[in-house]
């Protein structure tokens, strides 16, 4: 089963999760527990003290710079796609310019699209724009169907870790 087959079979044409299991999934995997029930909220202000210790790049740059390269990752994920193909190339070769390792950003860029994968996992209900969107984000950081469709996987074992029940459609 491909990636995209694999969300709808989980969340399509579902209702979504009730609020005290978007809420449990939320406080799991430190999501926004405000907008656990919103979608496309606007984006609020990131405590940057609040986040955990970003493993160094081994670049020229700062832990600030690393923080706000993440930051501004999370933001494109989240809240920009699809991303025109000429401004991710630049955010990418700004992070190479900033001496991060190809392999950082990649750590990285997989840890954003598994903290897509944990938003539509938390609200139980994908859109066929958030389809769209995540196969966009899955292309463009250069993850195969695969592994995008192991990553929803893991993420859908910890949900039902935490829940205690199946987690429909997978």
Do not use: C, H, N
């Not at 995209?4 to 926004?32: I, V």
């Not at 020229?60 to 991710?88: F, Q, T």
């Not at 292309?139 to 995008?148: D, F, N, P």
């Amino acid at each position: 089963m491909g990636f995209l087959d694999g969300l709808k079979a989980l969340l399509g044409g579902r209702g979504g999760r009730d609020a005290a299991e978007r809420r449990r999934l939320a406080r799991l995997w430190g999501l926004d527990e405000e907008s656990a029930g919103e979608r496309r909220a606007e984006p609020k202000a990131l405590d940057l003290d609040a986040l955990p210790p970003i493993p160094r790049g081994r670049g020229v740059a700062s832990a600030y710079d690393e923080r706000m390269w993440v930051k501004k990752l999370r933001y494109l994920l989240s809240e920009r796609l699809p991303i025109p193909d000429e401004e991710w190339e630049d955010f990418r070769a700004d992070a190479l310019a900033l001496g991060f390792d190809e392999s950082w950003i990649r750590e990285q860029e997989r840890e954003a699209f598994g903290f897509l994968l944990r938003k539509v996992v938390r609200d139980g209900v994908v859109s066929e724009r958030e389809r769209q969107e995540l196969e966009w984000a899955r292309r463009q950081i250069g993850l195969s169907e695969q592994e995008a469709t192991e990553m929803l996987e893991a993420v859908v074992r910890e949900a039902e870790a935490e829940l205690g029940r199946t987690v429909d459609g997978v």
